[in-house]
Structures are given as structure tokens and as C-alpha cells.
């Protein structure tokens, strides 16, 4: 790989006869050859130069369908526009990061949809944020407006150092951070991946991460491209919708590399049926990176459990790590060998500790995600960022070609605060070297993983403490993982001293906001007669984390959780499945008021939380819906006239 840029990997590749096949929400195929995706890019990056996008200009790339995106990508790409992928505003914590990203950059242009822009415009208007909306207004190019050209737009000439791309990763009121990577980091990391993984032009990738995740744009994109792979990308949306659509698009197209996080598995595992994919061969599988978020051994064994009669090797799974700011990928272990993990003291995983390997007790299985690739580095150290022995806890700290410089974070100022001593950055991650592998124990007190999604726990104290009755300061959030389900929950604790009843209603009123303007879940509230801080006045999250995980709650958090069911709170005229369905979903979303005519999606109800309404409704109404169900009905409305006028017993 003697290029230097990306668009001088694709001119390369588009030589060779090697093809995109991209799936859409409804299931529908389409194939772009590499010859035609840059033809397209040149194309498309005419109309963005006639109407006055520059080289240095940012693009928020706010879009629905992949085809557009990866068009709109490249051709920023090729005229050295700094492309930004955002997810669509579909919900109000998205709709809050546009508009703050948009306010944080130099001169942004938005290229985006008719529908989603006006869904924007609407929302900055009824929050006071016209005047955000504004600074892009007379820059936005929708795709209805660009038609087909065939004229290419100007090249440009970056160098190894341009910016290639800008990966923001922060919370809706949080100050936006965005993860600058140049065409060298991006290059760099990929050609460490490709070499490690063993990729070869044969193997054929296949996924479902959206585009705008790193995964999905670096690893499943941009990867099998420098690859010269034949890949697959099914739309988010039709995984979600359809989850066996994975594997069997897998088995149909005899993809070998595939990848997914812990949200994937436990998904399509609730959704699985053998009876669905009796046909379904997943023989040639290779590999199935897992990563994005802590990764679950006994999800592990339950997802190549379940496959294993399909074909599915147990040398497949492959658990990685990394993170944005290293472009992608800090380790891999090694290639179509079993995972390994190894059992540990979980009361022992503090900032220094030696870690105790433990079979009884109260221990903690961690799954080995391998040393670290090709020019990167990784180093475990202390608080100041001293190397610290194998066997002891400590910061992960990166350094390497592929890792950022830095942050971009208003109008053109790149941030360092980040890095510690000598050029290595801290991830926010804690782990410890045992056996020569890397294990992950948990996040520094910033950053929440749960189903998947990164959540900053300032940003969703400060969403909290607008409800009446909390403030800055009296209010923590924290996650933590529930053994029961094997899967990491939201903590809310709340400096409180009144009556249960009380706070249940202050409880409830803070997680309804939380989820209604961030889209997180609160798993758990509990009442706390102090909060620990450090002298200088920051709370101590892990303090309370700790103190919850290791069962000091766990009486008051069993009492409180009994209550926390609310009931059907809000009444109305409708039907008996409408008033059935409006009480399920009081229920399982905490209270959260939904209309007749309000679509789940639109007020940002998780897949998972989708599934449990699934799974309720199965129970009144057994065998008169489908998951998919809720998705072609998304309204009480909608739903309950399918109930009501479907198969017979249904009504």
C-alpha cells in the first residue's frame, strides 16, 4: 500500500472488479462497483463545488440511506471537504448533537434529506436554538435538490496530514468533542488491521453498524476497500427490523468476516427461531469481530451455542478493542484461535490493584482482547502515566501513527487535554496485561456503555437535574453491571432524605426526562444520604459504583425496584388491546407518557425496550405479532388496530 490519502486507495482499487452490495431498510438490494462509488464521489462533488463548498469547508453528513452517504463521503473525501458523520435526527438526543456540532464548527455546511431537515428545523425552533440552525440554513444541500451530472467536480491534492475525517462522540449538552484523524492515522490503522486480521481480496465482509459508528465506517467500509474486499452493509434499520436477516445474508452471500456488539448477539439471539434459517450455512465464517462496548464472555458462549449447529466455528468469535481516537483499532489477538478469558477478583479491579484470579467468591470473567497491532502501542500506567507492571490495574494509554493529535472542539482549536506524558493518550478505559493479553475492567468515571451506546454521565446529570426538586451536584450517574442479565444498567443516584413515595415520584420524573431528551435508560434510582467528592469539590462516581456493585444498595435497590413499576398512569378513550398496549408500555418505559399517535421511534425507544413490549404483547395475544409488527405499526393507534383486525383470537 504505497498511497497515501483515501481517495488514492480508491483510485487504485477502482481498477479492480470488486463491488459493494448494499441492503436497504426495506430489504431491497443494490450493488455500486468501486469503479462506480468514485465515479459517483466526482459526480456529486460537482454540484457540492457549484454551489460554493470549498476545500477546509466542514459537511455534516446527516442521511438515511447508505448509498447517499458513502457518495456524499467520498466526494468530500476527493475535494478535501472534512466530512462529519452524524446520525440521522430521528431522536431528541440526536437532533441536540447536530445542532450543537453544527454550533462548535468554523463554516458548516449540513447535506441531509428534505424530511430530516425540516424535522431539524422544527426541533431548533421549538428549543430556542433558530439562531444554531440558522448559521447553516443557506448551507444545507438536500438530496431532492442535486440531479444527476455528468460532469466531476475538482480534485484536490491533501497530504497525509489533511484531516480526513472528524468523528464527534459527545453527549447532546456536553461541550461536542470531536475526534480529528487525519489520511495518515486512518491508513495507518488499517494497514495494522489488514495485516493482523490476515484479511485477504477473497474474503467478503458483511454488516450492519450504521455508517456514521467507526466500526461500520472504518472497519466494514473503508477497511474492505484497501482490502479489495467484496462487502456487504445491510441497513441498521433492517437489522433491527428483521435481526436472522444477518446470518442469513451471511449464509446467502458466503460473507467470512462479520462483526457486532454485545447489542447484536443478545438481539438476534431473542429474535432466533431454527426453524427461520433451517437452511442457513455459516461454515466458511471466519471471523466476527466483537467490540464497541465491554464485551460479554457468557454472551459469547450463548450466541456460538446457539449457531454451532449452523456451522458456526467457535475459532470465529474474535473480541477487539479500540476506540475512536486510535481510528478504529488499539488490539487483536491472534486469528482463528479460541477466545480466551480469564476469572477475577471484581472486588480487586481498583486503579492499582493487583488483579486476583478468582473461581468463587464474587468473580468476574474478562475476555482477552489480544496485544496491541502493528505501529500502535498500548501502556498500562498510573496517574501519571508511569508503566505499570503486568497483573496491575491501570489507564489505558495509546500512542502510534493511527492515533489522533487531538480534539476538535470550537471553531478550529484542536485540544490535547487528553493526552498524558511523552505523546500518549488516555483512552478512558482501565485494564491490565495478564499472559501477554489486554484486558478491559471498566471506563474512568465519564463515559456509560449501555446497549451499545456511549453515554457521557455529566450529560445525563445535567438533563437530570432540570427536573424540580434536583441539582448539579446532588445528582450521579453511574453504570454498573446487573448479574442477573449480564448486561451494564444505568444507575441514577439521587442525594435524597424524605419518604420512599417521594422520591419514587422524583425518581420517576428524572428518568422519564432522561430517556425523553437523551434517549438512556435509568435502571435503577437509588437514594444516597451523602455524596462523596474529592477535595477540590468532582464527584466520585466510582466511589457509589463501587459501593452498588459490591451489594451495599442492594436492599433499598430491591425494595425501590418493586416500586417502580407506575402503572397505567395515563387513561384515555380507546380500545381494550390500546388500553392494554398504553399500560405495557407505562410499564416497561418507566412511565414514560406515550399517545395514541406518538411513534416509538420518534420519542426514542430503544431496540431492546422494543423486544419487551414484543415479548408482553406475545403474552396477551400469543402468536398475533412479530417484532417486525411493531415496526410497520409503530403508533398505540396503528398497533392495536393490527391486533385487532388480524388473525382470529387476536382481537
Known sequence: MHYTTLPEALDEKSGLNRSIRLIDRSGETSIIGFAELRSRALNL???????????????????NRNDAFLDAFWACLYGGIVPIP????????QR???????????????????????????????????????????????????????ENGEGATPGAEATAFIQFSSGSTSEPKGVVLTHRNVLANIRDMIDTAKLRDTDHGLSWMPLTHDMGLVGFHLMMVLAAMEHTIIATDAFIRRPLRWIRAASDHRANVLCSPNFGYRYLLKSFSPDKVRDVDLSHVRIIFNGAEPISARLCEE?????????????AMYPVYGLAEASLAVSFPPVEHLYETVTVNRKKLGLGDRVEPDERGNPLCLVNVGRAIGECEVR????????????????????????????????????????RVNDWLDTGDLGFNYDGGLYITGRTKDVIFV????????????????????????????????DATDVDEMILFVLFRGDQSSFMELAREAAT???????????????????????????????????????????????????????????????????????????ILDGLHVGRDDSLFEIGVSSL??????????????GCTEVTDLFDHPTLAELAAHLEGGRDGCG
Open 96 to 150: 441536540y448533537k447536530v445542532l450543537r456540532v453544527a454550533e462548535t464548527l468554523d463554516r458548516p455546511h449540513l447535506f441531509t434529506e428534505h424530511a430530516l431537515a425540516g424535522r431539524l428545523r422544527g426541533f431548533a425552533q421549538k428549543h430556542g436554538l433558530d439562531a444554531v440552525y440558522a448559521r447553516m440554513a443557506n448551507r444545507t444541500l438536500l438530496i431532492e435538490d442535486i440531479g444527476d451530472s455528468p
Open 513 to 587: 426526562t432522561v430517556n425523553e431528551r437523551t434517549g438512556a435508560e435509568i435502571g435503577v434510582a437509588v437514594p444516597v444520604k451523602n455524596i462523596p467528592k474529592t477535595t477540590s469539590g468532582k464527584l466520585r462516581r466510582f466511589s457509589l459504583q463501587n459501593s452498588y456493585e459490591n451489594g451495599e444498595f442492594r436492599d433499598i435497590a430491591a425494595r425501590l425496584s418493586a416500586a417502580w413499576d407506575p402503572g397505567p398512569r395515563h387513561q384515555g378513550i380507546g380500545s381494550a388491546a390500546e388500553v392494554f398496549l398504553r399500560e405495557v408500555c407505562s410499564d
Open 609 to 622: 425496550k422494543m423486544i419487551e413490549i414484543h415479548e408482553r404483547i406475545d403474552e396477551r395475544y400469543p
Open 86 to 93: 452524524l446520525a440521522p435526527g430521528v431522536t431528541d438526543e
Open 451 to 482: 446497549n451499545g451506546q456511549n453515554y457521557y454521565a455529566h450529560d445525563i446529570e445535567a438533563v437530570a437535574a432540570e427536573v424540580e426538586g434536583l441539582e448539579l451536584g446532588k445528582v450521579v450517574v453511574a453504570g454498573a453491571r446487573n
Open 303 to 315: 450466541f456460538l451455542d446457539t449457531l454451532a449447529p449452523f456451522g458456526l466455528r467457535r475459532t
Open 380 to 419: 498500562i500506567g498510573n496517574d501519571e502515566g508511569e508503566e505499570m507492571n503486568s497483573g496491575i490495574v491501570g489507564r489505558i494509554l495509546i500512542r502510534g501513527p493511527n492515533v489522533t493529535k487531538g480534539y476538535y472542539i470550537d471553531r478550529r482549536k484542536l485540544s490535547r487535554k487528553a493526552f
Open 45 to 63: 462533488l460537482h454540484q457540492f463545488q457549484r454551489r460554493g463548498v470549498g476545500v477546509g469547508d466542514e459537511m455534516l453528513l446527516v442521511l
